[in-house]
């Protein structure tokens, strides 16, 4: 065990609704992440060769641990993926997430893409080696029964998701009546605030539409590109706003952690699922495949690993034996882009780099004409309701 680990407010033994102790009081999660173009066959994963001290020690796994009660899933998988593996969160891209529910006590299974270098190796003491392994190899080594169980389901998962919305399409469908489709830069801002929502919680597998089949996940968390033109392209020079609060997992934290700071702006991890389209403005920043700033802080943590880790009980372990502070929020999966031209021209663009690079891209549009040009480079198309359904609430809490 390494020292100099604060200690969060998860840590601790829990007993399930099926009789199991586990690490985590708020629950665990860890990563699985994939080399790029998992379909093909050199698809890789990173995996964890548990230290022997441990809980199924010598066992392989995914990297991981406890849930804070500040913590999303996410923001908890890519904190110990970065303390136990070093893997940046800026080189990790979520694309879903996959819940084993035991009752009282869950394990989420954060499945992450890589969007940039990546070099495994131990870092925080918990582990013999981390590596890269071949997917054929995985069923080959002695795994740790957690991820043994949900492996199947793991490996058939699909390559990341991305989401395109036709804002100005998207707008005009809601806005009858309601005074929105005046303002259209009001009208778009709020529609990107509600998908900031959206991209935070992600999209149930039950409310996904017919061309993006869940394949094992239980939540899609798709990157989303909002496409503005005419009045509406303001906004994309705007910060993105603060993400909502991760829900709680469960009980309250014993302390209150110190507040977030705000989400950084787009592009947030990595390179985006696409290549920057042709005569678009980028939302923010220029989109760069330089690695930003890891978004995730150092900050180190005994917790355990997939299916629990205990940390080693002795106090002189820890040389700051404080609550470790709150990670940030992970970054924002969102990009607001001004479409220099027509706007389908844009989008169209966009659809493409994605189909192009083994990802699955979905434009949201009523548009027909815009339909046809998106499905001959390879996207799917859902309509505006579809998606309104998802963030209605949303919309309405911004008016
Ligand atoms: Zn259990």
């Known amino acids: 065990m390494a020292v100099a680990f604060g200690r969060g407010d998860g840590d601790g033994w829990v007993w399930c609704d099926q009789g199991h102790r586990h690490w985590g009081r708020f629950g665990a999660a860890g ?83 890589q969007a940039g270098p990546l070099e495994p190796a131990p870092t925080g003491g918990e582990s013999i080696e981390v590596r890269w392994i071949e997917v054929d190899e995985v069923d080959r080594l002695p795994l740790h029964p957690g991820f043994a169980a949900t492996w199947p389901r793991l490996r058939r998962t699909p390559a990341g998701t991305l989401l395109v919305v036709d804002g100005a399409n998207v707008v005009g469908a809601r806005g009858r009546g309601d005074g929105w489709w005046r303002d259209r ?19 149930p597998a039950g409310r996904l539409p017919p ?46 952690p110190p507040p ?25 920043d220029p989109p760069t495949h330089a690695a930003p700033a890891a978004a995730v802080p150092p900050t180190a943590a005994p917790g355990g690993t997939a299916g629990g880790t205990p940390p080693t009980d002795t106090s002189t372990d820890r040389a ?18 001004a479409a220099d031209r027509g706007g389908d021209d844009t989008i169209v663009a966009i659809a493409a780099t994605a189909a192009d690079g083994a990802h699955r ?5 009523a548009d027909r004409a815009l339909a046809a040009r998106v499905a001959a480079v390879g996207a799917a198309t859902a309509g505006p309701s579809w998606l309104l359904r998802l963030i209605e609430p949303d919309l309405r809490s911004g008016e």
């Open 185 to 203: 830069a009001g009208a778009a801002r709020r529609l990107r605030d509600a998908l900031v929502g959206l991209a935070v919680r992600g999209i």
């Open 320 to 337: 700051m034996p404080a609550l470790r502070p709150a990670a940030p929020h992970p970054p924002v999966q969102l990009e607001v882009i």
């Open 31 to 113: 990563l699985l992440i994939r080399s790029w173009a998992p379909c093909d066959g050199d698809a890789r994963i990173v995996l964890q060769h548990r230290a022997l001290w441990s809980h199924q020690g010598g066992t392989w796994g995914l990297p991981g641990g406890a849930r804070d009660s500040h913590e999303s899933p996410v923001g908890t998988a890519l904190r110990e993926a970065e303390e136990e593996a070093g893997l940046p969160a800026s080189s990790v891209r979520p694309t879903g997430l996959l819940v084993d529910d035991h009752g009282g006590w869950s394990y989420t299974t954060v499945v992450a893409e």
């Open 260 to 284: 977030d700071p705000a989400p950084p702006r787009s592009p947030p991890h990595g390179p985006p699922l696409h290549a920057p389209p042709p005569h678009a403005a980028p939302a923010t």
């Open 211 to 256: 061309p993006l089949p869940p394949g094992g996940l239980d939540t899609l968390l798709p990157w989303i590109v909002l496409v503005v033109e005419g009045a509406a392209r303001s906004i994309a020079a705007e910060p993105l706003g603060a993400p909502p609060a991760a829900t709680p997992p469960g009980r309250p934290p014993k302390t209150a």
């Open 361 to 365: 891209a979905l434009v949201i549009t």
